[in-house]
């Protein structure tokens, strides 16, 4: 089969928002180009639309939150992440939406980033495997409070002691998507990777993936995308102009 190179992304930004459905979406891929980023000085905060209560089957969603959210903060610290925001919104039944819309644009008013980082939201993973509801719900908002974010007149209450709008953002970029493009060199910081993923014990054991191994895991995403690119590991990302005239 034909290899179609991936076009490295660009790296002259300084500040991004990662926004995705679940504690952990960013680890099944994209944790170790979130290090390399973070190693170069840029500033990266995480924001988790759930806290994956629903994701471990004997653990009931109160006690679950706390387990997950803690987890996600400890493997977004292993990547030099010092911030997780958590929405709080109910995980497995999340509804793509205005009010969905509206918490997102808020908290990129906040951060104010450059780029934008989200999971995979087209349809599939590539092939037969179907994506879960709540990635394509968060993604398809994540795209809209993007633009939303910019516009004054939406969510105008917001903008109250200091918020302004802010349509700086220059891109979306979706981790694992199947129409990825773009990808960047991971071969450096993939040990971090594995590390960040390996913080989610308790969502792993819970699993019960007879076998499941986060290095062997990420091992095989990585390797493919890296044969993209000519290098060892690489992530891969769809990439989603915001600006216009680019
Ligand atoms: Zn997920």
Known sequence: MEIVPLEPLPEDWERALCVVAHPDDMEFGAAAAIARWTGQGKEVTYCMVTSGEAGIDALPPDECRVVREAEQVESARI???????????PDGILEYGVPLRRQITHVVRRFRPEIVITGNFRDTWGGVNLNQADHIATGRAVVDAVRDAGNRWVFNEQLVDGLEPWGGVRAVWATGSPDSRYGVDTTDTFDLGVESLEAHRAYIDGLGWEH??????LEGFGRQAGQRMGVAFAAQFEVFPMGWGE
């Not at 030099?80 to 919104?89: D, K, N, T």
């Open 79 to 89: 990547v030099g992440v010092p911030h997780v925001e958590f929405l709080h919104q």
């Open 212 to 217: 499941f191994d986060p290095r062997e895991f």
